[in-house]
């Protein structure tokens, strides 16, 4: 069964910790929708998702918004290239501060940024590696492989990409890969405050 890829509100609610209450968020989750994040979008009002019926005749619930059929195409591409919808979500998302509101100019824009990854694709230096460690996040696990798009020199580090879209880093030890490898890769560094030395 297909999903749309549609606009959905974010849902605030009360984390329970033993500091204290904190605000929190998730994706609306109507009855009869199964709804997986793509792009965190704008905070605390809408997120783009895939949002799948988990009944064929389910109605697309009126406060999901479907996405530009451009959109749509092209997310549904970069599904079958992970790299192009991750580095587009997070070419948006590091520049949280100046994220359009609208959800047509955010379309545009991450539209504009996955179909330039698209594009770029076969001179892309992007590989597919084994992993053989499990990662912290729980992201990845020992034996799957996953894209790596960067490596920071320096610290060994590799960074990859989930099936969520998210790009993470591990050292490299926790890859089937030599640094002779990596060397095509972008070069880029962790920020100043995961460093431990």
Known sequence: MSGYFCFVPWRRFVLERAEGPE???EPEQPEGWL???MTHGLPERWLLAECTPTDEDAPLPDAFVEVPWKL?????SAKRYCPALALARESLERDRDRLPDDKEQYANRLADEIERHLKAQRDAPYFVAQAVEHSP???LFAGEYVWLVAYDRNLKRVFWVTDTYFVY??????FV?????LRPLPVRELPPWWRKD
Not at 72 to 76: A, E, H, K
Not at 169 to 174: E, I, K, M, T, V
Not at 177 to 181: F, K, L, T
């Open 35 to 37: 709804v997986e994040s």
């Open 72 to 76: 749509g195409r092209l997310l549904q």
């Open 23 to 25: 605000e929190a968020y």
């Open 177 to 181: 890969v030599d640094e002779e490898r």
């Open 137 to 139: 996040t729980g992201c």
């Open 169 to 174: 880093d591990s050292p490299l030890a926790h």
